[in-house]
């Protein structure tokens, strides 16, 4: 079997990658796909902790269909506020969202 | 060590698709592009929750983020014309960000790899009946004595909330006179 | 097989306050379609019965310790404690909005639907005694508060104000989570009760703590962080407070902290507090604390100064709040000071949240229709044409600057006493000085209602229903401000040991 680290490692790499999309694009449908990208980092995490950890006790995949649901109902709130951004903007590109910023 | 068979060739095979899909996301100029990439990442996901022998979480893997969450966001690129504004794709910030991300990087891999480093070693784990881990189990986790109704509630009530707000919202703007 | 469970399992008697809310919030959904276009505020009447039926429910609830839910749902003071503070906030903030929404044309039932969704949230947030539980209240919290801040319709500035709550509370909401599943990973369980004992018996046995848990303990904190917005993760908040709709700037300034904190405490106090590196004195989490609540205070304070604009100053001084609170979880970091330190950040967040909604109330009711007019120019005259509104507001002023004889001077009391006696005397000592910091901007606007020279405009919004709220946000920062026990008796229950599933 592959040792449960890896799993761990790519889970890690892909949330980096996540918030990295997050932090430096400008469209805001580019950081809503990052940060679906940051939820199946969390998705991997959690079922490989439950494979490897505890697999007789369903709680870790089931935090993962939780994560699902989470992730449909944010995007689907994010569509529609980004149709309303563009509908009174002509454009969804993040300006002023700088997170860094102090 | 690890040996070389079936499942640490479709492993690898399943990480390039992950990460390169992910990195393709967050750098693509083309944002139509970007929710291709997308999809090959959660297909790569959904391969992952198969090698994990969670089979129906796979499922849903690609029905509900492929067939829908990722066709939202094609919808929300084409119906803000995301990917005729090409532009700048970073912000000035972009290398800052950079910096910030390895660095947290390199702290996750040590917090988390070291911990449980040698665990799940072959042998170690646990071998699954074919059973377990199904949609049956999952099910009966959400409902059962020591499960997650309330979660499940919540959530149900959560997507209520988050429908009826997506429509609030989305209204168009000749429903406002009627 | 498994048993399903039947109604009688899961123990319903106490948890009617959020449940009944929830569906109450949905029936309301219903009802809404029947209630004509132009007589949109029988909705809010509605929500406003709902919201005090709920109150009495949690009322009734406030001695118990129980769990429901299979141990998922925890009835306990602390839980209803914040219950009263979330369906205050949530009962003001409507008073706030009916003439609000009327007057710049937004009347839409959903909103009160939208915000009974929303308070559930919040009070399930304190109910949480589950890490799954924890993170879908909070979406249930988020989800429409984003929506809200979006609600002023066609408008720039709500508009980005939404998207950008969105974009940030997603990608706080996956950090949250991804700390969340770090916990399950070192513990094998998402449970709370079952967190603190595993994280105790490693404890007991003289290991230092897992790596891992400790990781995912500072991203869960990072997630909450951005929630609360405690520096450094605060940026969004001026923007979005600026640009949403000013009652649910009002709700957000309370409701989504007041359910961060709920959270917060959950989870480091209740289930983590002996989370240690091997001093046996404070938890390992406490410094990290300390630092936020110290860049917090100091930050929020001091950018304060500088703003011109009542949201912005107020989403500033709400960033310092957050800083006070922050004070009493590091204090709860300190071995045998948790409870202590829990009941401190109860009675603040109580007094802040009257005190809040009071000025918020009264920035309502100097706004015009269209948005403007919340400059602190504003203010200049309004001790002329609106003496008592004027009067009122100072006092609002003096009780968030922690001013004697105010419920706001309570609050940083017992935060100050109890950061002392677990040994943060420079944290302290960073808390008075910032409070004193704080007197410069607050008693600005005080100056200004009074002593500066001009004309003032006729406060467009005083109508009756926002005169209300500020008189009822008045009396509740002036009565516990005479009275202390008001507030502390009710905390005096409070106990911090997690409840068992």
Known sequence: MIPLWMYLLVAALLFCIGIYGVLARRNAVAILMSVELMLNAVNINLVAFWRYLAPQDMSGQAFAAFVFVIAAAEAAVGLAILLFVYRTKRSVIVEDVNLLRW | ?178 | MTDIPVLADLNLAWTWPVVGLGLGATLLLVADLFIPRDRKQQTAWLALAILLVSFLLNLAAFPVVDSAFFGMFVVDPFSAFLNLIALTTAFISILLSVDYLQRSGMQRGEFYALILFTTAGVMLMGHANDLVVVFVSLELLSIPLYILAAFRYPDVKSSESGMKYLVLGAFASAFFVFGAALIYGATGSTSLPHIFEVVARGFAAGGAPELLLLVGTGLVLVGLGFKVAVVPFHMWTPDVYEGAPTPVTAFMSVGAKVGGFAALLRILVFALPVLSTGAVEASAWQQVVSLIAAATLILGNVVAIAQQNVKRLLAYSSIAHAGYIMMALAAAGHAGFGEQATRAALVYMLAYMFTNLGAFAVAIAIEKGDGSGSDLEQFVGLGRSRPLLAGIMAFFMLSLTGIPLTAGFIGKWLIFQVTIEAGLVPLAILGVLTSVVSAYYYIGIIVRMFLREGEGDPAAGGTGLVNGAVYLTFAGTLLPGIFPYLMTDLTRVVSTTPVGG
């Open chain 2, 1 to 178: 060590m690890i040996e070389l068979n079936a499942q640490t060739i479709a492993f690898a095979i399943l990480s390039v698709l992950v990460l390169g899909g992910g990195l393709g996301v967050v750098t693509t100029r083309n944002l139509v592009h970007g929710a291709l990439w997308l999809v090959l990442s959660l297909l790569g996901v959904a391969g992952y929750f198969v090698l994990l022998s969670a089979p129906f979480l796979a499922a849903v893997q690609v029905l509900v983020y492929i067939g829908a969450i990722a066709i939202l966001i094609v919808f929300a690129v084409m119906l803000t014309r995301s990917m005729t504004s090409l532009g700048e794709v970073r912000n000035r910030q972009w290398w800052l960000s950079a910096i910030t991300v390895i660095l947290l990087f390199l702290l996750l891999a040590v917090g988390i790899i070291l911990p449980v480093w040698g665990r799940g070693a072959p042998g170690e784990v646990t071998s699954l009946s074919a059973t377990v881990g199904g949609a049956v189990e999952l099910g009966e986790a959400l409902v059962a004595g020591d499960g997650f109704v309330l979660p499940f509630e919540v959530a149900s009530i959560l997507l209520t909330a988050a429908m009826i707000g997506a429509i609030v919202v989305a209204r168009d703007e000749e429903d406002e006179g009627a």
